[in-house]
């Protein structure tokens, strides 16, 4: 039974990513026949879309919108590359600028999250080693700095609920309708835009389980 259970949560979290890799993949040949690149593209859309003092640059982290210093940034085959892949990641990257620009309260939700995991996960380590070693002087203490350690787990997992809707909606909200009103594609790219931005919401997807079940775990460990 248990065996039947491993296999289903490796299918779960691993298929999700396979899947991604291979529309990307897919999408990812140059098209001569791309007026311009990803780079160019949030560019104009950018302009377009009146997001005055947003900027777009070149990465090595991934690719993403960075809401402090107002910047998409774009790994170089998506800056410089005329794929459908560069040419839909751009829009979405994009969105999360327009939901920045508009304030949208799951967009800064999402960021004051991941402000608050960030110091979470620096708590999280720091309480999974003490708590073994409070475990013989003090069972009560050691049980608290457990229950720290995995809401420190919990603030992960929050932030993984929040970006899904963030995501989803920078891509099938903002990204998807631009592409085509503006016509930026034919009707068969189109089909391919929609694989490749429903491949990175389940990215997402995969990760909240991931962090749930962990969570889930630490939580059956406690009841103990």
């Known amino acids: 039974m248990w065996i039947i259970v491993f296999i289903a949560l490796l299918a779960l979290f ?23 690149s990803g780079g160019e593209l949030a560019q104009h859309l950018i302009n377009t879309q009146g997001l005055e003092g947003v900027k777009v640059e070149a990465t090595e982290a ?5 809401p402090m210093d107002k910047m998409v940034r774009l790994t170089q085959d998506k800056l410089e590359g005329k ?3 560069a040419i839909v990641v751009a829009a979405h990257e994009v969105g999360h600028a327009i939901q920045d620009h508009n304030k949208e309260t799951t967009f800064n939700a999402r960021i004051q999250a991941a402000k608050f995991a960030n110091v979470a996960q620096r708590i999280a380590p720091v309480a999974f080693w003490l708590s073994p070693l409070l475990a013989a002087m003090n069972p009560a203490a050691s ?3 457990l229950i720290v350690a995995v809401l420190s787990v919990l603030a992960s997992t929050l932030v993984h609920l929040i970006t899904l809707p963030v995501e989803w909606d920078a891509s099938f909200g903002k990204a998807l309708p631009i592409l085509e009103e503006g016509e930026y594609l034919n009707e068969q790219d189109m089909k ?3 694989q490749i931005l429903l ?10 389980l991931a962090s749930l079940l962990n969570v889930w775990r630490w939580l059956r460990y406690l009841r103990r």
């Open 62 to 66: 991934g690719d993403h919108y960075d």
């Open 199 to 208: 491949a990175a919401a389940l990215t997402y997807v995969a990760g909240s």
């Open 83 to 85: 794929s459908l892949t």
């Open 192 to 194: 391919g835009a929609r």
């Open 14 to 36: 691993t298929l999700p990513q396979w899947w991604v890799g291979r529309v990307l993949k897919r999408h990812s040949e140059e098209r001569l026949d791309f007026p311009g």
């Open 143 to 145: 049980r608290v700095t």
